[in-house]
């Protein structure tokens, strides 16, 4: 026998094109009715892309012919405008739209975790402050934060009259992060609606104020957290970490297609640990390989923004809570995220 909630499953199955997500988690299934064995599918979608309705449809009929028993099958999809001042990213079912206040919101990524994505972030956001800009950092891998560590704070952010979250402010930046919520030793046990809303309400609700720059550093890989951002935040783009070696190379390409994918623009790629000077003889180590980050970067035709090398006081800084941008700017990690940093803003501003 066919039922709304048999038909509602199936299409489950079918996924939003370029991503991970199926179109009833989307909400675009606003009716289902069945009549003996027939079914009329009515969905809403809002894209400038003819090609995303024609897949959605197309998948959802061949999805709905596998149920025993069905008869007739007709897919309705009633096609929207997204509003014109809030675009859509690349069609994405939600619109995209800046944060009240903030000028660019740039997003650190990678395709997997290990590559040192956070120093990188945090490191990059104290680069665009001291190079004139004011910045906020925005912790958004909800599961691992990190960024409390590195800024040497586990304070709790105040709200003010209005339910606004006020963000921690350290090295002049202004911050927030999970880890702000939590306790040192307590997981975020969150389930794909929480972890929505909290990277919604970190978004939305934090009381960032005017700022030139917010950096959002992502957890890695490409799950709901990625994908909330850029359905509903208008960036100015993504900048991908990677290491040099080939294992890390796979992932961060698969990360680079997916905002590829959603019209996202990736502003470079930053090589982390690309290699190691000794310090008694000056000697260049390439623990990792070589050459990986550029010839990455030139086979996605973005810049290789630098090459930042395992450092000792890099990692001393990060430990004491304070990047070694903030804490050193003498020391050639630093030279090289400020470096970046001058090229990014440049690069956003052409």
Known sequence: MITEALVREKLSTVKYPGFSRDIV???????????????????????????????????????????????????????????QQAPTAGGAPMAASAIEGVKHVIAVASGKGGVGKSTVAANLAVALQKNGAAVGLCDCDLYGPSIGLMFGTNERPMATEENRILPIERADLKLMSMGFLLDDAAPAILRGPMVTKYTQQFLRQVEWGALDYLVLDLPPGTGDIQLTIVQTVALAGVIIVTTPQEVALIDARKAATMFAKVNVPILGL????????????????DIFGTGGGEREAARLHVPLLGQIPIDIATREAGDRGLPVTAADSANPVAQEFLKIARALADGIAA
């Open 25 to 83: 988690s989307f909400g675009l299934v606003k009716d289902v009715r069945v009549s003996g064995s027939d079914v009329v599918v009515q969905m809403t979608l809002a894209t400038n892309d003819p090609k995303v309705p024609q897949t959605i449809k197309e998948g959802s009929e061949a999805a709905l012919a596998q149920l025993s028993g069905i008869g007739k099958v007709t897919v309705r999809i009633d096609i929207q405008a997204p509003p």
């Open 270 to 285: 930053i090589e982390n640990m690309s290699y190691f000077l000794c310090p008694s003889d000056g000697q260049r180590y």
